[in-house]
T-cell receptor, first 112, second 115 residues
């Protein structure tokens, strides 16, 4: 089992550029989430999904879009990158509550 | 309002000594509580969870946690710390309604175990 796979691992963007962070899981998990990790702030929820075709906003959704066309994939789109979006991004998935979430290895994004 | 708090940014202990990482929560109803560990440049790894039942739960790598409803706490413990336990630890609680499954994380506690 590959678990949760995130690509790319590292990315540098210029302000105003757009990009998509990829997340795929092969565990048939219904629940998927995107978090960003910033020093001293823990993990903050960006968007989440409770199943294919269903997404909702988390704590810090501005500047990000998501879609969930399949159970396996949950891409995160940055519409117009800003320096404030410099962070480490984690995708996570879970089969159902109360199973713990399985996390990907993260994408380190720098916006210059 | 913050759902989970980790009052200590850092915890330093000597190898072989007991390790405690503190967590308090604030949610309505019965909480689902979790502990995760993050090693440098890695994703988070699940350690243990409390859903219901025995207040003392055991998890991976010799860690355990005690749920205390009256104090709304869920402290992580290890009787004898190892240098390899040095990492960033996160407490998390389920938030939201019954139709979703979101976790709210604390800010994290950096644990350093010295040889």
């Amino acid at each position: 089992n590959a678990g949760v796979t995130q690509t790319p691992k590292f990315q540098v963007l210029k302000t105003g550029q757009s990009m998509t962070l990829q997340c795929a899981q092969d565990m048939n998990h219904e629940y998927m989430s995107w978090y960003r990790q910033d020093p001293g702030m823990g993990l903050r929820l960006i968007h989440y999904s409770v199943g294919a075709g269903i997404t909702d906003q988390g704590e810090v959704p501005n500047g990000y879009n998501v879609s969930r066309s399949t159970t396996e994939d949950f891409p995160l789109r940055l519409l117009s990158a800003a320096p404030s979006q410099t962070s480490v991004y984690f995708c996570a998935s879970s089969y159902a509550p109360p199973d713990g979430y399985t996390f990907g290895s993260g994408t380190r994004l720098t916006v210059v | 309002a913050q759902s989970v708090a980790q009052p200590e940014d850092q915890v330093n202990v000597a190898e072989g000594n007991p390790l405690t990482v503190k967590c308090t929560y604030s949610v309505s109803g019965n909480p689902y509580l979790f502990w995760y560990v993050q090693y440098p440049n890695r994703g988070l790894q699940f350690l243990l969870k409390y859903i219901t039942g025995d207040n003392l739960v055991k998890g991976s790598y010799g860690f355990e946690a005690e749920f205390n409803k009256s104090q709304t706490s869920f402290h992580l413990k290890k009787p004898s710390a190892l240098v390899s336990d040095s990492a960033l630890y996160f407490c998390a609680v389920r938030v939201g309604g019954s139709n979703d499954y979101k976790l709210s994380f604390g800010a994290g506690t950096t644990v350093t175990v010295r040889a």
